[in-house]
């Protein structure tokens, strides 16, 4: 039976690398029966709202969405189509792995691992106001229940794939009541996980430490914000966001996605590169229990860039997105 998903091809050059990556995964030969839905400026234009109603209906019913990168226009009060996914489906486990993959220019050439970010409360709450003209305020929503799900899930992902170590990102020595709460819900849920190491750092030196030596780590937990930025600065490790996948997951379904723009100043020249797309289709390809099939995408991925002789402009290649796609769909076939 066919894995029902449901497909959002995105802006800009989305559905150029949606395309791309749909006859990469056609080559694992997984059945995968696609439920395309618009989304962003798209569904804009087409059905006068950013996130459709049906949209929603159909992640809720798959419970698994594939997406290309949205726009969301600038003004207007229109609130970014990414947040608005992951609150109102309550996706609150935002998972980033960050490897370095073959012939990809980058200072590092062994950086293997995971950014576990909070998605659902932090700053990124939104509940800010003006105290007075010239005096606003936000505020940061830690809870017990959010934090102690999200280390869960880090240990979880530690255990399930065989990794070491999970790192407790935070700043609890200035902001003692919030990221102290955020702390002790990671320091129970811990006692859980007896084989996996554990450790606790500040959010500035954790970012001059994963500059310095990114090999030190493994699974990094953190909020919302936090993970914003520290898986950014992480992608930057290994070439930068056209290479990293992200996947958004929480009890009731999960989105897989890049988090790089639309780029729309090449969109529909046939330059851009779905490395960071398909590789969250593997992670989406995991999430349904098609290990292998992902598994030989990866290593398409690493064989083709390997390689060196096929690979599109942003990674230093003269190759179009139709070439490099080409050369990953025979080498998927080709095992």
């Known amino acids: 039976m066919a894995h029902e998903v449901t497909l959002i091809p995105g802006d800009g050059i989305g559905p150029e690398v ?30 006068g709202a950013l996130l459709p109603p049906r949209a929603f209906e159909s992640i809720r019913r798959t419970k698994v969405a594939l997406k290309g990168p949205v726009g969301t226009p600038v003004g207007g009060g229109h609130r970014s189509v990414n947040v608005t996914l992951r609150q109102t489906l309550d996706l609150y486990a935002c998972l980033r ?51 102690t799900r999200i280390a869960k899930f880090a240990f979880d992902h530690a255990r399930r794939n065989g ?19 955020f702390l ?19 959010i500035d030196n954790c970012a001059m430490q994963m ?22 600065l992480a992608a930057g490790l ?44 593997t992670l989406m390809l995991d999430h349904l229990g098609e290990r292998d099939a992902a598994a030989r995408v990866r290593r398409a991925i690493d064989r083709v860039l390997g390689a060196g002789e096929v690979r599109t402009g942003d990674l230093g290649g003269k190759s179009s997105t139709a070439e490099y796609t080409d050369a990953l769909v025979a080498a998927v076939r080709a095992g």
Not at 243 to 272: Q, R, S
Request: aromatic share 4%.
């Open 18 to 47: 949606t395309q791309a990556c749909l006859r990469v995964l056609e080559a694992t030969g997984v059945a995968l029966a696609w439920e395309e839905v618009p989304a962003g400026e798209v569904g804009l234009a087409k059905e």
């Open 97 to 147: 792995p960050v490897r370095s993959l073959p012939g990809v220019t980058s200072r590092y050439g062994d950086v293997d691992l995971v950014v576990v970010r909070e998605n659902t409360e932090g700053l990124y709450s939104g509940i800010e106001h003006t105290v007075v003209e010239g005096v606003t305020e936000s505020l940061k929503i830690v809870t017990a229940r959010c934090s």
């Open 163 to 181: 990794r070491k170590k999970v790192t407790a990102v935070h700043k609890a020595n200035i902001m003692k009541v919030t990221d102290g709460l």
């Open 184 to 202: 002790r819900c990671a320091r129970e849920v811990r006692e859980a996980y007896p084989e996996i190491e554990y450790e606790e750092l500040i």
């Open 211 to 232: 500059v310095l030596r990114p090999q030190r780590f493994d699974v990094l937990v953190m909020d919302n914000l936090y993970g914003d930025i520290l898986s950014d």
């Open 238 to 281: 290994v070439g930068g966001l056209g290479v990293v996948p992200g996947a958004n997951i929480g009890e009731a379904g999960a989105v897989f996605e890049p988090v790089h723009g639309t780029a729309p100043d090449i969109a529909g020249k046939g330059l851009a590169n779905p490395t960071a797309l398909l590789l969250s289709a």
